[in-house]
C-alpha cells in the first residue's frame, strides 16, 4: 500500500504538470491564479483536483483511473468543454465525485479562495463559479432609448 505522503507528492507533481499544460496550452483561457490556488490545495489534502481533456465521460474515466491508481478516493475537474464555455460566459463548470466529508471540505476551500462556488449539494448538479463578469451578446448589442422626446436622460 502507498503512504499517503507519497500519493499526495504523485498527485501534487502530476497535477503541476497539468496546470503547466492548462498555463502555456491555453493561453486564450486566462485561468484566475484563484483557482489554480484552490486545485492546489485540494490536490494537497488529498482530493484530486484538475483540467482533464475532450468531455466530462472522458474526464470521469481519467480522474477515476487516476484516484485508483493512486488510491484516494475523491476528485474534482473541468474539461475542454467547459473551458470553451468559461470562455463565452465568464463561468466553469466542475465535475466530481465526492464523499459527503469531501463535499464540505471541497466547498470550503473553494470559498476560502474567493471562487464564490455556486451549487445545491446535488450529486446530478455541478458546481458552478464565476470567475469572470461577462455581458451577453444581446447585453452589448442594447441600444440606448430616451425616456422621451423632451429628455436628455438616457436609459438601456
Given amino acids: 500500500m502507498i503512504s499517503s505522503i507519497t500519493k499526495r507528492k504523485d498527485l501534487l507533481e502530476l497535477m503541476s504538470r497539468r496546470r503547466f499544460e492548462i498555463d502555456f496550452s491555453c493561453g486564450s483561457a486566462p485561468f484566475p491564479k484563484k483557482l489554480f490556488e484552490a486545485f492546489e490545495a485540494l490536490n494537497h489534502i488529498g ?29 474534482i475537474f473541468f474539461h475542454d468543454q467547459d473551458q470553451d464555455r468559461y ?40 458546481i458552478k463559479l464565476i470567475l469572470n463578469e461577462r455581458k451577453t451578446k444581446n447585453e452589448e448589442k442594447k441600444e440606448p432609448i430616451l425616456q422621451s422626446q423632451n429628455q436628455r436622460e438616457v436609459k438601456y
Fill in 87 to 126: 470562455l463565452e460566459t465568464g463561468e466553469l463548470y466542475l465535475a466530481f465525485d465526492l464523499s459527503e466529508d469531501a463535499k464540505k471540505l471541497v466547498m470550503n476551500v473553494l470559498e476560502n479562495h474567493n471562487l464564490k462556488p455556486e451549487w445545491n449539494w446535488s450529486n446530478k448538479t455541478r
Fill in 47 to 75: 482530493v484530486a483536483a484538475g483540467r482533464m481533456y475532450c468531455c466530462q465521460s472522458c474526464g470521469h474515466a481519467e480522474m477515476e483511473q487516476l484516484i485508483k491508481d493512486l488510491e484516494l478516493e475523491n476528485y
